[in-house]
């Protein structure tokens, strides 16, 4: 069964920065289209960033130059690096894989 595990998440100043770490198992991220997406209170889960197996990235206008997603193979793990946070930020954050499996989520919270 496929497994995703997130950490990093926590709380932070606005103007800060965090780094999420997404690690796979029973799946390579390196074959795999990987997505962080988000959840915040009321609102609908959304999609942040995601990679592709041959490296192609894809950014929410909202997060665009401000956060980065990349992944290290030989960890097999992707990671999502958040910079310039703001407040509305503030969400459960998700790792999924191929559209189809999804980690237990972990929280940012941004504070102003």
């Known amino acids: 069964q496929v497994q995703l595990v997130e950490s990093g998440g926590g709380l932070v100043q606005a103007g800060g920065s965090l780094r999420l770490s997404c690690a796979a198992s029973?799946?390579?991220?390196?074959?795999?289209?990987m997505g962080w997406y988000r959840q915040a209170p009321g609102k609908q889960r959304e999609l942040v960033a995601s990679i592709t197996s041959s490296g192609s990235t894809n950014y929410a206008d909202s997060v665009k130059g401000r956060f980065t997603i990349s992944r290290v193979n030989a960890k097999n793990t992707v990671y999502l690096q958040m910079n310039s946070l703001k407040p509305e930020d503030t969400a459960v954050y998700y790792c999924?894989?191929?559209?189809?499996?999804w980690g237990q989520g972990t929280q940012v919270t941004v504070s102003s």
């Open positions: 999924n894989a191929l559209s189809n499996y």
């Open positions: 029973r799946i390579l991220v390196s074959f795999a289209t």
